[in-house]
């Protein structure tokens, strides 16, 4: 039997085992760094195996499957295991039961779709030369991020990874296809906090006082001029911000307004050059205005950047696994992954899983309540992930 066939097989046959792996996830999400029980869950599915694994990133896990032969070619594959703090509003059977925890963002299908590529490669592995390597990841959602972590406690090493492929859940894409991208990716991420002090007073007497809800508008808007005005004009970047405190009433005016927000972009030395453009722009409009700021950037995950060599030839195994008209084309998505760090130390590949289904109103995007995933998607998940591991430790 040829191998795209032994894998489909495979995948077909562990389709409910890995369904259920995904529904005792979902059923028990953790936040970032917290994921106590899923790594026990982890280990627990690894050792039936006979999967040999030890813990890395606090609750990581990092597993090996050598293969039968010679060869010295080693490919990583992760998922990360984290949740949100959002509050469930499906009302399906293996809803969580954590108060105010989801896996909104695919993670539990990220975990169980690698236990699935764990049982196709234990399966056949004296079929097969070289190692896989599986990176059970941490706090994707959290910075400074687990991938990070991973990386310093030596997860790409002892065997170096040659290569690392990651996937995620995609809700615009339809159950059965994949979405993927050569080159630039996705966005870098940071997190923007301005405190905007004035002095408060009775919003009778304005006058009186230096009102920092009237500074913090016109902060706002100006901001917004660093990517209007500033940015490379082919460059994609974006500055948002989501969250704005004014603790007065509406006859009080304040002493401080805070506002937090991100910035986002694709290019490092842009990047830069913004945050400065940001903090002196905000000291200097405050100033001039008559009150004063605090601005603080912290810096996240760099922007993602799939090898152009390694992903070119993992798209070709996913045309030879799935058809060519499956494997759809994607533009840049200014979402942002630590997964990035990964492709820092080697050549690395990440690709969007098809969860989408429109008859069975599961359409929700990322980061919401109603988030969940067409579980048809992990039979593929599983086995176009092995496929393409095996293929290329074949050709590496």
Known sequence: ????????????????????????????????????????????????????????????????????????????????????????????????????????????????????????????????????????????????GGAKQVIEEGGLTAPRADVVLGQHVMPWIPVGKVGVRTGLFMASMDEIKIEVHGKGGHGAEPHKAVDPVMITCALLQALQQVVSRNAPPLMPTVLSFGRLKADGAINIIPDMVLIEGTFRTLDESWRGQAHTQIKELAQNLVAGMGGR???????????????????????????????????????????????????????????????????????????????NIDEDALELGAGLMAYTALRWLQTA
Request: hydrophobic letters at 40%.
């Open 1 to 144: 039997m040829e191998l795209k066939e032994t894998v489909k097989a495979a995948a077909a046959a562990i389709k409910e085992v890995v369904t259920g792996y995904r529904r005792q996830l979902h059923r028990h999400p953790e936040l970032s760094f917290k994921e106590f029980h899923t790594s026990a869950f982890v280990k627990e599915q690894l050792d039936l195996l006979g999967i040999p694994w030890k813990p890395i990133a606090g609750t990581g896990v990092l597993a090996l499957i050598e293969g039968n032969g010679d060869s010295d070619k080693v490919i990583a594959l992760r998922a990360d295991m984290d949740a949100l703090p959002i509050t469930e509003s499906n009302t399906v059977a293996y809803k969580s039961v954590n108060e105010g925890v989801m896996h909104a963002c695919g993670h539990d299908a990220h975990t169980a779709s690698l236990l699935g590529v764990a049982h196709i490669l234990q399966l056949i592995r004296t079929a097969f030369s070289g190692t896989v390597k599986l990176i059970f990841q941490p706090g994707e959602e959290l910075l400074p």
């Open 293 to 371: 700021c605090t601005i603080e950037i912290r810096k996240g995950y760099p922007h993602l950047k799939n090898d152009e060599a390694f992903s070119s030839r993992a798209i070709s195994f996913f045309e030879e696994y799935m058809g060519k008209e499956n494997v759809l084309p994607r533009d840049i998505w200014m979402a942002s992954e630590d997964f990035a760090y990964y492709g820092k130390e080697c050549p690395s590949f990440f690709y969007l899983l098809g969860v989408r289904n429109e008859e069975q109103d599961i359409c929700s995007a990322l980061h919401t309540p109603s988030f």
